[in-house]
């Protein structure tokens, strides 16, 4: 089956700096992937669309200069969060679908951030 | 997308089947039902997908009403490792580069399986 994978799974970091995190579709390619965030006992909530070639589209309320997200070929996608704050520490996934319309997404496992 | 309602937790004892409801009145007529579920600290995991039709995979039963305002999945025989939150969702397919990719994730059903 289709296959994402994140890396780091989990960092931690000190306030002001910036962390990358990757994101790769294995075995399909993804012009599209998508970048959620969690915090603790809450759902997902999609920041981002990371559009292949092209600038991304964020959600309502997602600062574009402090999530960098960088889509530069079609297996991989960043996402940079600059200048790192406390409040930036949760758990975010990435996910991509792979071709036919009614396909499902399929998620990395997972960043788990804290700034300290 | 149209909206779900899922119970917000659930109970169910390992070995025996676990029902899962979601209702979705809105659902228009060309959007698919999908579940996934999230186990602690992991991405969400995709179980199955459907239009109308009740549909089957090695993990689950997806079950939808003939006027498809709500969906059922059906986990045969819960293991402990089956203990998740679990998403219904319905989306219409889109074009791989379509914005309408994206999922909306509501509050989910949080099942807990019990020995």
């Known amino acids: 089956g289709a296959v994402v994978s994140q890396h780091p799974s989990w960092v931690i970091c000190k306030s002001g700096t910036s962390v990358k995190i990757e994101c790769r579709s294995l075995d399909f390619q993804a012009t599209t992937m998508f970048w959620y965030r969690q915090f603790p ?27 960098l997200i960088n889509h530069a070929s079609l297996t991989l996608s960043t996402l940079t969060v600059t200048s790192a704050h406390p409040e930036d520490s949760s758990f975010y996934i990435c996910s991509a679908r792979t071709q036919g319309a009614s396909r499902p997404l399929h998620f990395g496992n997972g960043t788990r951030l804290t700034v300290t | 997308d149209a909206k779900t309602t899922q119970p917000p937790s659930m109970d169910c004892a390992e070995g025996r089947a676990a029902n899962l409801p979601c209702n979705h ?4 007529g ?4 999908y579940w996934y579920r999230q186990i602690h600290s992991q991405g969400p995991q995709y179980i ?45 397919p889109s074009g791989i580069k379509a914005a309408g ?6 509050g989910g059903t949080r099942v807990l399986v019990k020995p």
């Open chain 2, 30 to 33: 060309n959007e698919y039902v």
């Open chain 2, 101 to 106: 990719n994206k999922l909306t994730f509501g």
């Open chain 1, 41 to 67: 006992k809450q759902s997902l909530m999609l920041m981002a669309t990371s559009n292949e070639g092209s600038k991304a589209t964020y959600e309502q309320g997602v600062e574009k200069d402090k999530f």
């Open chain 2, 48 to 92: 199955i997908h459907g239009l109308k039709n009740n549909e089957t995979n090695e993990m689950a039963s997806l079950i939808i009403t003939e006027d498809r305002k709500s969906s059922t999945l059906i986990l045969p025989h819960a293991t402990l490792r089956d203990t998740a939150v679990y998403y219904c969702i319905v989306r219409v």
């Open chain 2, 25 to 28: 009145s809105t659902i228009s």
